[in-house]
């Protein structure tokens, strides 16, 4: 008989996958991956015996737990599986599947409610980055309807306010992985001619890699599918992908899905920025939110790739940026210290989330029999 996991399927942001307790899975990490490869149907590029989605933002998975440390309420530990790999990938975060956990330990009981609006703690074990999510209630789960709208997300929902507390360095251990805002690179790889381009590496959240798209012979204003089928132009991407990371301390990263590579230009809809982000390998149909925070503080830092490009109305005490992408445009409040002082509290954004469906995922015994 197939081994049961209770487990939820939600949306958190403009991402979606199953989220489980983590007491319903395996202590041991290999068994847990293995068990989590089969729920998704990985590798398999349609995923068509498992619950992804054939692509990577509908295969992602949250994983969430009680805490026992002081002034936090949840741990949410984030995996990524790509379809058609056998890798489970937890170095990241995720700022869209995060948006989601509360509510799912609200939905599960693990949570109790606090009010009409409640804010709690969580900890994203991938990277210890702590952040404070609120949320209205409903008879204590999540409110079902609301007023807020995300570029990238059908409809309307209720609002739930997402503050990053501790981004920069998240995977590199330092805001700029290289000491430097901008740093040259010659790009050499099979199937291109060499050719040289800056390029920002940059953590404030998720390691990126933001160059412009005239450099690489884009507009950046091409549809998610023109950039899709652009084979030589993914070339190039990843080939800078596989050099910076090494500037940024990350070694060889062909297996991994980080770090995200950024396409830049001018807005053209009343932003900060114009977005294309490869996460790594597919052009993201939105853009993630820590992807969204790090180009964010990358404009706000002088000497970035982002000079000259950006369009900036900065105010006192909190600035307004909004970054452009092929959906729409995502709004974010930071601080003045986005760099200076990453202790502080400096980034305030806007989440939705939604359950889709509760019930158990069925996980071949041969991969694992259950809980003893």
């Avoid at 992804?52 to 295969?59: F, V, W």
């Avoid at 969580?122 to 409903?138: A, F, K, Y």
């Amino acid at each position: 008989m197939p081994t049961a996991i209770p487990c939820l399927l939600m949306r958190g942001g403009t991402s979606k996958g199953p989220f489980f307790n983590a007491a319903h899975l395996p202590d041991d990490v290999a068994t847990r991956d293995r068990v989590l490869l089969a729920a998704l149907g990985s590798p398999d590029r349609r995923q068509i015996d498992g619950l992804g989605g054939a692509h990577p933002l509908s295969s992602k998975i949250g994983i969430v737990s009680l805490s026992t440390q002081p002034g936090v309420d949840l741990e949410f530990l984030f995996a990524q599986v790509q379809p058609d790999q056998d890798a489970v990938d937890t170095r990241p975060n995720c700022g869209n599947m995060l948006a989601a956990a509360v509510p799912f330990a609200l939905e599960t009981g693990m949570l109790q409610p606090r009010g009409d609006r409640a804010t709690y703690c969580v900890l994203s074990r991938n990277t210890g980055m702590r952040t404070e999510i609120t949320v209205p209630l409903d008879k204590g789960q999540l409110a079902e309807l609301g007023d807020a709208h995300i570029d990238g997300v059908p409809g309307s929902a209720a609002p739930i306010e997402v503050r990053f507390l501790e981004t920069a360095g998240s995977v590199c251990k330092r805001l700029l992985p290289t000491g430097n805002p901008r740093d040259r690179f010659n790009v050499r790889g099979a199937g291109f001619a060499p050719f040289i381009l800056d390029a920002t590496c940059i953590d404030n959240g998720m390691p990126l890699v933001i160059f412009e798209a005239a450099h690489v012979g884009a507009t950046g204003y091409e549809t998610v599918a023109e950039l899709d089928a652009h084979m030589d132009l993914r070339r190039r991407v990843e080939a800078l992908r596989l050099q910076a990371a090494v500037a940024m301390g990350l070694g060889d990263v062909s297996a991994k899905s980080y770090p995200k590579m950024t396409m830049i230009a001018p807005p053209r809809h009343g932003g900060a920025l114009t977005t294309r982000s490869f996460i790594p390998h597919v052009c993201h149909e939105s853009v993630g939110v820590l992807a969204a925070v790090t180009v964010a503080t990358a404009i706000t830092l002088p000497g970035t790739v982002c000079d000259g490009l950006a369009v900036r109305c900065p105010g006192p005490g909190t600035e307004r940026l909004s970054i452009e992408h092929p959906s729409g445009a995502l709004a974010m409040n930071l601080s003045d210290a986005a760099a200076q002082n990453p202790a502080l509290p400096k980034v305030a954004l806007l989440r939705t989330a939604r359950v889709l469906m509760r019930g158990e995922v069925m996980v071949p015994s041969t991969v694992w029999k259950g809980p003893a």
